[in-house]
């Protein structure tokens, strides 16, 4: 039977705290019947949850459903992105051990046991109706907990069929079903705020208002935060190789992903060959006329325009009134001097344009990717095209970001890759730097709790001088 059809829950007349306290007292019965679980039963459950959408036909359906739901990107690349994150998380999580004990140091005397840390509220965004739900239950039911969903409202009939999915899936291996639940609609700021207080974690992928909300919710919370991704490319990159990486993660699913490079900075000397090569794998630099244009389309009153990002390109090229090549382009790129609130290209567009910045010198690069991250993004991701690991060194130790991707296509690399060695996954962690509880990317462990068992070990006390001896001989006692 379909959860939203369930006349429990149906019953309550959409009074949010109701029905919120019915689905956590549902996702607490599963979890009591599922606490037994040994490692195998539990991985028998995660690999029901991913495929339930790693099925081609469903993640073909659910595909085509989210772009009719929401309006914004395509299909054929959110069937790749259905599978290819469902694939890899599965991949990561079948590596690991969640029941039990999960790790041992007989130098240390310490045993870890791994135990659910209970009911997980996880708000999901409107760009991922389905791949984000099913990657968050995938990680949640690793540790044996319940998981509840709260969808973007655009995207809650996607979400909705998906977590049907996962359901009959769970019962097809005689797992409790509402190990995974859905809030039923309509889906609004009361029944998520309603969820965040009754459930024991909260995650948040999407709106930064519903990060603050799980902030402030009172209950433990691990939001993530906004992407704008800037990209340097290097003196002595390879430029051919670099520029298709590029295309290839900015046009993914019309830029919807946090991951799209937002902002190039390329360095003077190779300038005017990065943009032919960028032109030559589909980018069309417009104009100043036709970069107006772009502004003035992009943004209403100082806001995204949710009729044009997102689009296919030439349905956002025809509506920005630009034709000829720009029409039959991939991307549009737009050349920038200025960062911040008078610059909007300078931020997080959510659409097949790129910002192109110029750079005097590798310092000037820095700086400038510096003062992008400043405006927006901080803490998110950089990345560079270089031969000098040196300079992508340098990133990584001067600038505030939890990630520095080096030669890859960013999209297909941050958030997990088959050649990176960062985890699957669709939540980006952007530490203190934009306001989150974590720097690195969410997994399996952020849904345990860990219980440590100390045994005595041989004293480890170490004599007054091995500590302070040095402060001594250089201060006095």
């Not at 994150?85 to 240390?108: C, H, Q, W, Y």
């Not at 990657?135 to 979400?159: C, F």
């Not at 509880?437 to 860990?450: A, G, P, T, V, W």
């Amino acid at each position: 039977m379909s959860q939203t059809a369930d006349a429990t829950i149906e019953a309550f007349d959409r009074d949010p705290a109701a029905v919120v306290d019915t689905l956590v007292r549902r996702g607490r019965a599963a979890m009591a019947a599922f606490a037994d679980a040994d490692q195998c039963r539990v991985d028998e459950a995660v690999t029901a949850l991913a495929w339930a959408l790693y099925k081609p036909e469903h993640a073909e359906d659910l595909a085509r459903m989210a772009v009719e739901d929401t309006g914004i990107g395509n299909a054929p690349d959110k069937v790749t992105k259905n599978q290819r994150k469902t694939f890899g998380t599965l991949r990561d999580l079948m590596r690991v051990k969640s029941v039990g004990v999960i790790e041992e140091n007989p130098a240390l005397g310490l045993v870890k046991y791994a135990k659910p840390v209970g009911v997980v509220g996880a708000v999901t965004p409107s760009t991922t109706p389905a791949a984000t739900p099913v990657n968050k239950a995938m990680m949640a039911v690793k540790g044996r907990n319940a998981i509840v969903i709260a969808p973007s409202p655009a995207g809650l009939a996607t979400t909705t069929r998906t977590v049907g999915l996962m359901r009959a899936e769970l019962e097809k291996i005689g797992a409790p079903a509402d190990l995974v639940q859905v809030l039923p609609p309509p889906v609004d700021k009361a029944s998520t705020r309603a969820l965040m207080a009754a459930c024991d974690l909260v995650v948040v992928t999407g709106s930064q208002n519903n990060v603050r909300e799980a902030y402030r919710s009172g209950t433990p919370a691990i939001g993530v935060g906004a992407g704008n991704v800037p990209v340097i490319i290097d003196a002595s990159a390879r430029l051919d190789e670099a520029a298709d990486k590029i295309m290839r993660s900015k046009c993914f699913d019309n830029a919807t992903s946090c991951s799209s490079e937002n902002s190039i900075v390329i360095l003077d000397e190779v300038y005017e060959a990065a943009i032919a090569a960028l032109e030559r794998a589909g980018g069309y630099l417009a104009d100043p006329a036709e970069k107006a244009a772009i502004e003035d389309t992009l943004w209403v009153n100082g806001k995204l325009n949710r009729a044009v990002i997102a689009k296919d390109p030439d349905v956002f090229a025809g509506a920005c009134g630009l034709g000829g090549r720009a029409f039959e382009s991939r991307f549009l790129m737009v050349e920038e001097t200025g960062v911040g609130r008078d610059h909007p290209f300078s931020d997080e567009k959510l659409a097949l344009v790129l910002t192109v910045y110029r750079a005097r010198t590798f310092d000037d690069a820095v700086a400038r990717v510096r003062e992008i991250m400043e405006f927006k993004g901080k803490g998110h991701s950089v990345g560079i095209h270089t031969e000098e690991m040196a300079h992508a060194r340098r990133l990584a130790e001067e600038l505030d970001t939890a990630r520095v991707l080096v030669n890859m296509a960013h999209t297909f690399g941050n958030g997990g890759g088959f050649d990176s060695g960062l985890n699957f996954t669709l939540s980006m962690g952007c530490g203190t730097w934009q306001g989150n509880s974590i720097s690195e990317n969410l997994n399996y462990r952020h849904f345990l709790n860990i219980t440590h068992l100390a045994v005595p070990i041989p004293e480890d006390r170490p004599s007054e001088e091995a500590l302070f001896g040095t402060h001594w001989a250089k201060y006095g006692k």
